[in-house]
C-alpha cells in the first residue's frame, strides 16, 4: 500500500497535470497511481477533478481562455481513461443516467462536452446525443433508456426555441423526467419561464444541480412507493 | 525569441519556418493569439514525417510555455483527430493559411502549399500563440504563372487552373470530387489511394530532389 505522503505526492500531480494541460503527466501520475495500488476513485476527485475545478476558476477568472479549457479536459481525460476500469465503486449518494446533446440546428458542443465529461466522472450512465440533435430524437431516447435527466444545449438564440419544444414534449410523455438546459443565451429566467428544472451556469453547477435534482426524484418516487404499499 | 526558435527548429528537422500574424482572422475563442508559428518538414514520402512534426510542435511548446506564453497547437493530421476535446478548434485555422501568412508560400494551382525551394513537397504543422514573435511578411499572390504543368498531368482532370491570392483566397483550384472519385479508383486496384502526381510534377523545389539523389548516387557509386 502506499503511504500517505506517496498519495499525497501522486494527488498533486494529477492536479497540477490537468491545471498544467499536461496529458503526458496525467498519464503518467495515473498509472503510478495503479502501480502503487492507490484508490483510482480517490485519483480521480481528489487528484484530476481538484485539478479541472481550479481550471474552472482560472477560466472565470479569465486567465484560462478555450483553448487552456479544452486543453486541460483532454489532460482530465487521458488520467481518465487509465483509471476508470479500476475504479470499484463510485458512489456520490446517487447514481443516475442522462440524455444529453445540442438542439437542433445548433452545432456548438464545447459546453455540452464538458459537462458530459462532469456526469462521466461523477459515474453516470451517459447517452449523448451528441450535436445539431432532432428535437424528437430527445424524447425518444429518453424513452428508450428510462432516464432520469436530459440535459439540453444551445449557443444561439435562434436554435434555443427548439429547447421548449423538447420541454413540451418530454413533459407530455414523462412528467417526472428533470430537465436542465445550458448555453450561453440561456438564463435562470429562461428556465423558469420554459418549465425546466434547472439552469446551468457551467459545467460544475450543472453537475452540482443535476445531483440534487437526482436526489429529490429518487424521493420522490420512493415516497410515491412508500404510499402505494400504505 | 525569434532567432532561438528558429534556429532550434532547422537544426532538429525542419525544412521551413515562418511566424505569421493573423489577427482578425480567428474566430473568438482564439481571436487572442494572434501569431501562427508555421513548420514545414521536406515529406520526402517518408512516414515519420508526421512524428517529426509533432516533435518540432512539442519544441515550440517547451519555449513558449517556459515564458508563460498561451499557445495552441495544430497538429500536422489535424483532420483525422476529431476524439479530443481541443480538436474542435482545429478548423478554425488551417495549415495553409498560416503559411502563406508566414511567408512560406502561396497556393498553387494544384492546391496545394508550394515552397519556392522545397515546392509542395511539404508538410506543415502549426502553432498559435500571443508570444510577440517578430512575423515575417505573408505571400500575396500565386507564382505559378503561366505553368500548368499539374493542370495537364492530373489523370483526373480535376485541377481549374484559377488563380490563387490573398484577395481570392478560395477560388475552386479543384474539383474535389473527380480528384477524390480517381483516387477511391486507385484504391480499388493497388490498395492504397496515392496519386500525388500534381506534387512529383511541380518544378517548383524539384531541383533539391534531384540533387539529393544524384549525392547518394554518388556516396553510394
Redesign the interface.
Known sequence: MATEEKKKELLEKLRNAVIQYDEDTAKEASQEVLDVGMDANEAIFNGLVSGMEEVGRLFEAQEY????L??C??AL?AGLDILKPHVVQLDLGVKGSVVIGTVEGDVH??GK??VK?MFDVAGFNVYDLGRDVPLDKFVEEQVRTDSDLVCLSAMMTTTMTGMKKVIDNLRAKNPNVKIMIGGAPVSADIAEKWGADGYAKDANNALKDAINMISSLKKLKEEAEAKKRG | MNRTLRKELLGSGAAVVGVAWVRGALAQEIAHLERAVSIGVDRNLNEDTVRLLLALQKKVVGMLKKEGYRYLCIPPDSDRIRNTFVSKLYPLITHKMAATSAGLGWIGKNGLLINPDFGPRLSLATVLTDAPLQVDTPIERSLCGDCALCMKFCPSDAITGEEWSRHEPFPELIQMDKCASHKKKIKALHGKPNCGLCITICPYGRKIHREDQEQSFVRTG
Open positions: 481562455f478555450v483553448p487552456e479544452l486543453m479536459a483532454d481525460y458542443d464545447i462536452n464538458i465529461m
